[in-house]
């Protein structure tokens, strides 16, 4: 079978990876000029978080999730498992509180505790919760990784190519666009998000450290050699690319108060996105006849997209369904 | 609750942030039997109304929406989202909010006359976010508001009604004026609380939206608040330090 995967961010390639293993002949076309220059994945957080997105996310969100946890580690060995830590200042306990309730899988952590696994963070805060068994990764590494994985099982990254929905008519279409997809899924939004990349020699971190804040939740993910992503605010909105100074002003005061030494950190970038969503935030897939539609992973495309990818795949090479993430069009439906 | 010249059957008036996903929002107004939503315009505008997904979402809630100016920390800032408001929603209505300090989130009583002035010549029909002062309150309506509402605590804060006398005060102080208690309500008995004061609305967002299940919390909000407005109109009795029997005890056999 032959398939052409539209858009090379976390989805595309994702999904390209499960058909190629699977035994399709894929191909994958990029409006792009370069790998990830126009994903939203660029700007990932890259947590592997299946327990702490909980918090805000639907259950099933967590069940996809854990997944990522076997998946991320075969196809990309840099992933990092050392688990993840929520904090909240002293005022804001009732917050952590809520967090500890709406979560699973975590220890609660007094300052000690906090001490032995973060050391930089010693006698800052007095209590948090650690999330053992989660992992992070540099989403900008991991999308190369699987570009090379795909690369090496003869798959092709065609750059460069805009896609033409009538261009491919022989071929099954994968449209794992994002948010550009939003021309054939209208219940599609955007959720913007912002986020910076520092360089702060000063603060050593070894797993990504949220913080809550009831205005301004913040986490840090360390990218080693010095190197932090700071993310990321939560807007509904479309917009892509235009980073606000009052975001820039609240994460960086987040990040202040997980650590002073932030505020001596080099800015190495600023960069916003939307991440593509429907109103659910729950991701799906989405048969539209000869096209397939894997979109919606909003604010989890790392978290999600391994198994969203094995779900469309055996979609397409086997009709295999999975009635929790596939659905028809909600016109189709209206109409019928 | 008449405000504006709308007559409004809930009582009930609910924001539209910090939900988990737009469906449980939808469904959470769905369930209050809200038939008034804030919305807030300031940080999802962007440049090029790049919000408008979510604000058809909005719009699609077949409710009345009532654009907030949160955020807000002048005057001039919150008449120029006011205008925002009105040109994207087509609505007069704004909930003018001027913050005046963004730690406690307690409104500029300064700027908020300022504005409510401004916007009231300018056409616009004003609910401002207030503090339970009565002179505040005179100012306002001066400046040609027809609707106060004066926080019950801090935003977001959940606390209830951190000063049971001066709401008693206000209502006394204005009974004729459509009192909404707008931020601070954290469980629907401090709502219905409210309402057994004499109150014609409530106005929340944090207890809905942050609740394990918004949906759920939204209709519970929803009971509380008829059954404040049903005992205010019951005519509560009077307290009083002693007991007093129900039945008559002199006369009753074996005592």
Redesign the interface.
């Known amino acids: 079978m032959r398939v052409t995967v539209v858009g090379a961010g976390i989805a595309g390639l994702t999904t390209a990876l499960a058909l190629s293993e699977g035994g399709a002949t894929v191909t994958v076309v990029e409006r792009s000029a370069t790998l990830g220059a126009d994903a939203c994945s660029r700007y990932a957080g890259g947590m592997l978080a299946p327990w702490c997105e909980a918090e805000?996310?639907?259950p099933l969100v967590t069940r996809l999730g854990q997944e990522a946890l076997a998946y991320w580690p075969r196809v990309f060995p840099e992933t990092i498992r050392r688990g993840s830590l929520v904090l909240a200042p002293a005022r804001d306990a009732p917050d952590l509180d809520?967090f500890a309730?709406?979560t699973t899988e975590h220890e609660r952590l007094d300052a000690e505790g906090i001490a032995a696994l973060e050391p930089d963070l010693a006698g800052r805060f007095r209590q948090g919760l650690f999330f053992p068994r989660e992992a992070h990764l540099d989403p900008r590494r991991a999308l190369a990784s699987l570009a090379d994985r795909l690369s090496a099982r003869g798959v092709a990254i065609r750059f460069g190519e805009a896609f033409d929905p009538d261009g491919h008519s022989r071929d099954t279409v994968a449209d794992c666009r994002g948010f550009a997809g939003a021309d054939r899924l209208p219940d599609?939004?955007?959720v913007?998000g912002e986020m910076l990349i520092l360089r702060c020699p000063g603060v050593s971190l070894s797993r990504p450290v949220r913080l809550l804040h009831?205005?301004w939740p913040l986490y840090v993910v360390p990218r080693g050699d010095g190197v932090f992503m700071l993310g990321a605010t939560m807007?509904?909105?479309?917009?892509r690319h235009?980073v606000t100074a009052?975001s820039v002003v609240e994460l960086l005061s987040a990040a202040y108060t997980l650590h002073p030494a932030f505020a001596e950190a080099e800015i190495l970038e600023m960069g916003a996105d939307?991440r593509p969503?429907f109103?659910?935030?729950?991701p799906r897939i989405r048969a539209q006849g000869p096209r397939v539609a894997v979109n919606g992973l909003f604010r989890h495309g790392f978290l999600l997209s391994p198994a969203l990818a094995r779900r469309a795949a055996d979609y397409i090479l086997h009709g295999t369904q999975d009635p929790e993430v596939m659905d028809e069009n909600p016109r189709q439906q209206r109409s019928a | 609750m008449e405000v504006y010249g709308v007559t409004l059957a809930s009582r009930l008036l609910l924001g539209t942030a910090l939900y988990?996903?737009?469906?449980?929002l939808?469904e959470a107004v769905r369930r209050s039997g809200a038939e008034v939503v804030t919305v807030s315009l300031r940080?999802?505008?962007?440049?090029?109304r790049?919000?408008?997904?979510?604000w058809s979402?909005i719009r699609d809630l077949g409710v009345r929406v009532l654009p907030n100016t949160a955020g807000c920390h002048s005057a001039r800032e919150a008449i120029t989202t006011a205008q925002m408001a009105r040109e994207v929603f087509g609505t007069n209505w704004i909930k003018l909010e001027v913050i005046g300090n963004h730690d406690t989130l307690q409104p500029d009583v300064f700027g908020l006359v300022e504005a409510a002035r401004a916007l009231t010549t300018d056409g616009f029909e004003v609910f401002p976010y207030t503090t339970e002062d009565l002179v505040v309150g005179e100012r306002l309506l001066d400046a040609g508001c027809r609707v106060l509402m004066p926080w019950g605590a801090p935003i977001?804060s959940g606390r209830g009604l951190n000063n049971l006398y001066g709401l008693r005060a206000m209502r006394a102080h204005f009974p004729d004026v459509p009192l909404v208690v707008d931020a601070g309500i954290g469980l629907p008995s401090q709502a219905c609380q409210a309402m057994e004061l004499g109150y014609d609305g409530i106005l929340l967002n944090t207890a809905v939206a942050?609740a394990?299940d918004p949906a759920r919390m939204a209709e519970a909000f929803a009971n509380a608040i008829r059954a404040g407005r049903e005992a205010f109109l019951a005519e509560p009795m009077p307290p009083r330090d002693m007991a007093e029997p129900s039945t008559p005890v002199l006369g009753m056999a074996f005592r």
């Open positions: 805000s996310a639907e809520r309730r709406r599609l939004r955007g913007k009831p205005r807007l509904e909105s479309g917009e235009r009052r939307a969503a109103a659910d935030n729950l | 988990p996903s737009p469906a449980i939808a940080r999802e505008s962007g440049t090029e790049a919000g408008q997904a979510f979402l977001g942050k394990g």
